[in-house]
């Protein structure tokens, strides 16, 4: 216990001078005057600014109590505690503003969660090794993780100063690579033994590895999202190249390989979606219909179809390579929605509302175009966000909740309830 309080108050003082992203960097909102705001605006925002308080869909005295204990441990000072609970329970109780409008429907899904150790870690992008082992990452803790999901056992690995990784994946060994988002590196840890390797991209305009994803020769393929470019590791030689988009500011995003080899990027700065010649790193730029389009992810269906979430427009799209056709259905809960991370698994479509509070988990299916939506729970209340999911080896969803601090699994049951 005492470990976890002294860690989580040198985190916080550690944060206090590392904004998290670019995007949360909106000016602070003004908090409504009481006796809790000046420890509100010391304590609660060296992480994030005052707007994550303000743009919350609210909660009771236990709700809040809850909620801030993924992100810090103030358990050694309870007075404090509750006046800062106090203060955010009066001004700031349950509302509806960014309630999602939910989907009924015949589906049944299960959710089970992890909190993981490191509070107000930015916890995100869990991936499952050939073992069952789920590895994650913690953005703002700059660190790797594994847990068991058996035992509920999780190990944290401190990744080199700075690195502030955005996502992990797994190679075929088993080894662990993630991008550093702050220092522009990708890293390789091996798990047997701990030692991380460290690869430094090669041109200095070259800051932000993203997302990345391995394709079936074992080269790691990776979007760098403000510099603008696309790039490819290869861990045999460590060999990196890379292109840069065709569109200014295109921003790209989530990564994808095609059944043919080839990578597809999401533009999270344009409309726009890339297929990247593996071969050549040729891109072929695709526009989006609507203008103001950006798209954070994508995902490709075993006919060879992309899926794409129309963040910006709140919408769900499709294109189909082989005729160049293009359809978008406007999400559920409507244009504010914000739709951010996607999957496919076994021909269905998984999306969140990260617009909204709760986060819906949205499931399309394209044979029938429904959809049917869920609150996604964090314990007993709701928050969010997810930011990527991957599906499991036997069909299920992983996902997980930046502002939580959890790990989750989405238990998918294809049977339908008895009538
Ligand atoms: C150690 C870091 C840290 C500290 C300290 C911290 N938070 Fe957070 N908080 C986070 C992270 C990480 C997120 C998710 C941000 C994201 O996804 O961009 C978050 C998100 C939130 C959200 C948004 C919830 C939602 O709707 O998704 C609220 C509200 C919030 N924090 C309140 C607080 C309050 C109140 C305090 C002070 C008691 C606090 N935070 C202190 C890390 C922290």
Not at 120 to 145: F, M
Not at 214 to 219: E, K, P, Q, V, W
Not at 280 to 293: F, G, Q, S
């Amino acid at each position: 216990m005492f470990k976890q309080v002294v860690f989580s108050l040198i985190s916080a003082v550690f944060f206090s001078f590392i904004p998290i992203t670019a995007h949360s960097q909106s000016p602070a909102s003004s908090l409504p005057e009481g006796e809790g705001k000046p420890l509100v605006e010391t304590v609660c925002t060296s992480c994030h600014r005052t707007n994550m308080i303000t743009r919350s869909s609210g909660y009771t005295s236990a709700g809040w109590k809850e909620l801030t204990n993924t992100m810090i441990d103030l358990s050694d000072n309870p007075q404090m505690q509750g006046e800062i609970i106090e203060y955010l329970a009066a001004h700031y109780p349950p509302n509806p503003w960014r309630a999602p409008t939910l989907v009924p429907g015949e589906v049944q899904i299960s959710f089970k969660e992890w909190i993981v150790p490191t509070l107000g870690q930015r916890s995100r992008d869990p991936v499952e090794a050939k073992d069952g082992t789920i590895w994650w990452v913690g953005q703002s803790g700059n660190l790797v993780g594994r847990l068991n999901p058996v035992s509920g056992e999780m190990k944290e690995y401190p990744l080199p100063a700075n690195s502030m990784p955005h996502s992990v994946s797994l190679d075929h060994a088993g080894n662990v690579w993630y991008t550093g988002n702050k220092n522009g590196t990708i890293g390789m840890l091996d798990p047997a033994t701990g030692k991380i390797t460290v690869y430094k991209m090669p041109d200095p305009d070259a800051k932000d590895p993203h997302t990345a994803v391995f394709d079936n020769d074992g080269l790691l393929w990776f979007t760098l999202q403000q510099s603008n470019m696309i790039g490819r590791l290869n861990p045999a030689n460590g060999d990196i190249k890379l292109v840069t988009m065709k569109t200014a500011r295109s921003r790209p995003y989530g990564i994808k390989i095609d059944a043919d080899g080839a990578p597809w990027v999401a533009c999270n700065g344009s409309n726009c979606l890339v297929k990247v010649d593996p071969e050549t790193m040729a891109l072929t730029e695709i526009k989006l219909p609507i203008a103001k389009t950006t798209v954070r992810r994508l995902d490709i269906d075993s006919e060879g179809v992309i899926w794409y979430v129309n963040s910006s427009q709140g919408r769900l799209g499709r294109y189909n390579p082989k005729n160049g056709k293009i359809k978008e259905w406007p999400s559920p809960s409507g244009p504010k929605s914000h739709p951010y991370a996607l999957v496919i698994v076994d021909d269905i479509v998984w999306y969140n509302e990260s617009g909204k509070r709760p986060d819906a988990l949205v499931r399309f299916d394209p044979a029938t175009e429904k959809f049917q939506s869920w609150p996604v729970p964090s314990g007993n209340i709701y928050a969010g966000i997810i930011r990527h999911m991957r599906p499991t080896q036997d069909g299920n969803l992983l996902i997980h909740q930046t502002s939580t601090n959890r790990i989750m699994v989405v238990t998918l049951n294809p049977k339908l309830t008895e009538h």
